[in-house]
């Protein structure tokens, strides 16, 4: 990994609960809030510039700006929801760039892992736990936003814990 143990724990802080917040709206409402991929950037923003050079800081916003770039266009053209854009441009700056393979890799794992354990969810008892979710009657629609958080936050505990 090329993010640093003392990095990652520090990004981690905030972005788990944010991360954590995000998979339990999404699959509520099928919705990402507005004020938590602001609060998650935000916390970026304070935060980046104590834990990473100057240069590598400049790096990882501009991934967000690129990443939100894709996001609007996979929007436009019903690839994923707007939420679902809005924060992996959130999170990309706290991913390093040498990290990227790792993490394609590892939502592909979250991704699969969040959509199975969803769909058995919804036909077994543990659905009565939750039974007003929007993500259980929403058609194929699928909370996207489950896999996002929990490929972010993986990301950064593993970071905290193996990183350089």
């Not at 998650?40 to 980046?48: D, K, S």
């Not at 991934?63 to 894709?70: D, F, M, P, W, Y």
């Not at 053209?77 to 707007?82: C, Q, R, S, T």
């Not at 077994?124 to 194929?140: F, H, I, M, N, V």
Request: aromatic letters at 10%; charged letters at 10%.
């Amino acid at each position: 990994m090329e993010i640093t143990a003392l990095s990652a724990a520090a990004l981690a802080v905030p972005a788990i609960p944010l991360s954590m917040f995000t998979c339990w709206s999404d699959m509520r409402g099928m919705r990402i809030p507005n004020g938590t991929v602001l609060l998650l950037a935000g916390a970026f923003v304070l935060i980046g510039p104590f834990v990473l050079p100057f240069d590598t800081y400049l790096w990882r916003l501009a991934q967000l700006a690129i990443v939100l770039v894709a996001g609007i266009i996979a929007n436009a053209g019903g690839l994923m929801g707007a939420g679902d854009a809005k924060f992996a441009a959130a999170a990309a700056p706290y991913i390093a760039l040498g990290d990227l393979r790792f993490v394609i890799a590892l939502f592909t794992a979250c991704l699969l892992a969040a959509f199975v354990s969803h769909r058995l969810a919804k036909h077994t008892p543990l659905r009565r736990l939750a039974p007003d979710w929007e993500s259980w009657s929403r058609g194929g629609d699928f909370p996207m936003g489950l896999a996002l958080g929990g490929t972010l936050s993986i990301y950064l505990i593993l970071g905290a814990i193996f990183g350089n």
